[in-house]
């Protein structure tokens, strides 16, 4: 089921599916990226368990663009809580890609009671510094060509699944009206703060919440050592690492990503 709600002020798209533990999958932060875009080998899996949710962050996929909107962690942070509020989940895990991570991680600092678990994968974190693969994220101009470019190069280590269609929906999604434009502002803009991800040692530790790290072993866009960092740091945290995999463990590794998650998230609690 795909429906619209207001999430206090943002009009927020979102997927859901299942029944049971509420589970909240938070995408990353591409170009053309949405919760579709990121999730669609996931959300029915996980849903033979649990009550999956997949929202389109403020500034990507389907959710309005409301004038005036300061892209910035808490921004999405006070939009992923809202939209909780107005699902009426007191409470819910987090599965995070990329940014995603980011905000669950930025969630449970600031809301620790609305987090069960959460799952990190290819989340930035402590150790992060711009790479090769992130710069060339940030610096994609629209074509097909560049998409096509961008997907083949940065995020995966199997080459066959950045197919046609892939490359033109993406792409497609890239050029939405107010897409790209939301897109450079949120991490170009001076006026705004979508790049100011940084997380220190302390905050790091401070989050006592269940978590499992998922991350590439060939991921150029947020190294894997960042994974062994924040599991050194994380006071009750796991870590899998996927070989032969980029920064896509959630499409690259669908039916090892979607086991290993669904096992840890239907834990004890």
């Given at each position: 089921?795909?429906?619209?709600?207001?999430?206090?002020?943002?009009?927020?798209?979102?997927?859901?599916?299942?029944?049971g533990?509420?589970?909240?999958?938070?995408?990353?932060?591409?170009?053309?990226?949405s919760?579709?875009?990121?999730?669609?080998?996931?959300?029915?899996?996980?849903?033979e368990?649990?009550r999956?949710?997949?929202p389109?962050?403020?500034?990507?996929?389907?959710?309005?663009?409301?004038?005036?909107?300061y892209?910035?962690l808490?921004?999405?942070?006070?939009?992923?809580?809202?939209l909780?509020?107005?699902l009426?989940m007191?409470?819910?895990?987090?599965?995070?890609?990329?940014?995603?991570?980011?905000?669950?991680?930025?969630?449970?600092e600031?809301?620790?009671?609305?987090?069960?678990?959460?799952?990190?994968?290819?989340?930035?974190?402590?150790?992060m510094t711009?790479?090769e693969?992130?710069r060339?994220?940030?610096?994609?101009?629209p074509?097909?060509?560049?998409?096509?470019?961008?997907?083949?190069?940065?995020?995966?280590?199997d080459?066959?699944?950045?197919?046609?269609e892939?490359?033109?929906?993406?792409?497609?999604?890239?050029?939405?009206?107010?897409?790209?434009?939301?897109?450079?502002?949120?991490?170009?803009?001076?006026?705004?703060?979508?790049?100011?991800?940084?997380?220190?040692?302390?905050?790091?530790?401070?989050?006592?919440?269940?978590?499992?790290?998922v991350?590439?072993?060939e991921?150029?866009?947020?190294?894997?050592?960042?994974?062994?960092?924040?599991v050194?740091?994380l006071?009750?945290?796991?870590?899998?690492?996927?070989?032969?995999?980029?920064?896509w463990?959630q499409?690259?590794?669908?039916g090892?990503?979607?086991?290993?998650?669904?096992?840890f998230?239907g834990?004890?609690?």
């Open positions: 089921m795909t429906s619209t709600i207001d999430a206090r002020g943002i009009r927020t798209h979102y997927h859901e599916a299942g029944t533990r509420p589970v909240l999958l938070l995408h990353g932060s591409g170009p053309g990226v919760a579709w875009a990121n999730w669609r080998l996931n959300l029915s899996a996980l849903a368990r649990f999956v949710v997949a389109d962050l403020v500034g990507f996929g389907d959710t309005e663009r409301p004038a005036g909107v892209y910035s808490d921004t999405w942070v006070d939009q992923v809580v809202a909780m509020d107005a009426e007191p409470r819910a895990s987090l599965v995070g890609n990329s940014l995603g991570g980011r905000i669950g991680l930025r969630l449970a600031l809301h620790p009671e609305r987090v069960d678990r959460m799952v990190l994968m290819g989340a930035p974190g402590v150790g711009p790479t693969g992130l060339a994220l940030r610096a994609y101009q074509s097909e060509e560049n998409m096509r470019r961008l997907l083949l190069d940065c995020f995966a280590v080459k066959s699944i950045i197919t046609d892939l490359v033109r929906t993406r792409y497609e999604a890239s050029v939405a009206p107010g897409a790209f434009e939301a897109y450079r502002e949120m991490f170009f803009s001076p006026e705004h703060a979508g790049s100011e991800l940084g997380i220190t040692e302390d905050q790091v530790r401070a989050v006592g919440h269940r978590t499992l790290l991350h590439g072993r991921d150029k866009v947020v190294p894997v050592e960042v994974a062994w960092n924040m050194r740091l006071p009750d945290a796991d870590l899998a690492v996927f070989a032969r995999c980029g920064h463990t499409i690259e590794r669908a090892d990503f979607n086991k290993l998650v669904a096992d998230l834990g004890t609690p």
